[in-house]
């Protein structure tokens, strides 16, 4: 079964400074890799995915990911962060035979 | 319906009651997934369905917590002599996989607490 390791349950950065929370997988088969984003007290919402096409996926909100086979990751970045990015992300990782795992998440929060 | 729906949406329950809880997903998906979120805390696997089949149950917590998915379609997660841990929001997700596009939704969850 596929697997995901998010580093670091909690990242703190000051706005306007680069956002990166790390995600690596663990698949036998060629992966699909998504990132999703809990608000507090609101339910999953899909920042982007990989699925086989272009190796850096752009998503919303600014975000971008990108997939490195060499490295099993699929780093999330975005270039400055807001006060609004402040979330709970989530790595996930599936193939096609619709194994779908996820991360532990990783908490972001945005000091002013 | 557009998405996933999920009921009851939110639910208490006295410790040792059983409770169901039941995920529909959008029409035409053929994977369905459950997952527990206690709170504050990540995602944990419970189970999937491939179909009506359920090719891996090892997420389940404990024999108490059971789930069927019939006719492709809708699934009820069961969690029998409720303890306080099991509280937690149980979420349900629908997967379609077709050529090379990958849709996955999420319902809005049921938020279960044992008293």
């Known amino acids: 079964a596929q697997s995901v390791t998010q580093l670091g349950s909690h990242v703190s950065v000051s706005e306007g400074a680069l956002v990166l929370l790390r995600c690596n997988y663990s698949?036998?088969?060629?992966?699909?890799l998504f990132w999703y984003v809990q608000y507090p007290n609101q339910g999953l919402q899909l920042l982007l995915k990989?699925?086989?096409?272009?190796?850096l996926v752009k998503g919303i909100n600014g975000f971008e990911a990108e997939f490195k086979k060499s490295e099993t990751s699929f780093h999330l970045t975005k270039p400055s962060a807001h006060m609004s990015d402040a979330a709970e992300y989530f790595c996930?990782?599936?193939?096609?035979?619709?194994?779908?795992?996820f991360g532990a998440g990783t908490r972001l929060t945005v000091k002013p | 319906g557009a998405g996933v729906s999920q009921s009851p949406s939110n639910k208490v329950t006295e410790k040792g009651k059983d409770v169901e809880l039941r995920c529909d997903p959008i029409?035409?998906?053929?994977?369905l997934y459950w997952y527990r979120q206690r709170l504050g805390q990540g995602l944990e696997f419970l189970i999937y369905?491939?179909?009506?089949?359920?090719?891996?149950k090892s997420g389940l917590p404990s024999d108490r917590f059971s789930a069927e998915r019939t006719g492709e379609s809708v699934s009820t997660l069961t969690i029998q002599r409720t303890q306080q841990e099991d509280s937690a929001v149980y979420l349900c997700?629908?997967?379609?996989?077709?050529?090379?596009?990958?849709?996955?939704?999420f319902g809005p969850g049921t938020r279960l607490t044992v008293t």
């Open positions: 369905f491939q179909g009506n089949s359920a090719p891996d």
């Open positions: 990989y699925t086989s096409a272009a190796t």
């Open positions: 698949s036998s088969v060629p992966p699909y």
């Open positions: 029409s035409g998906h053929t994977a």
């Open positions: 997700a629908s997967i379609l996989v077709s050529g090379g596009s990958y849709e996955q939704y």
């Open positions: 996930a990782v599936s193939s096609n035979n619709n194994d779908m795992r």
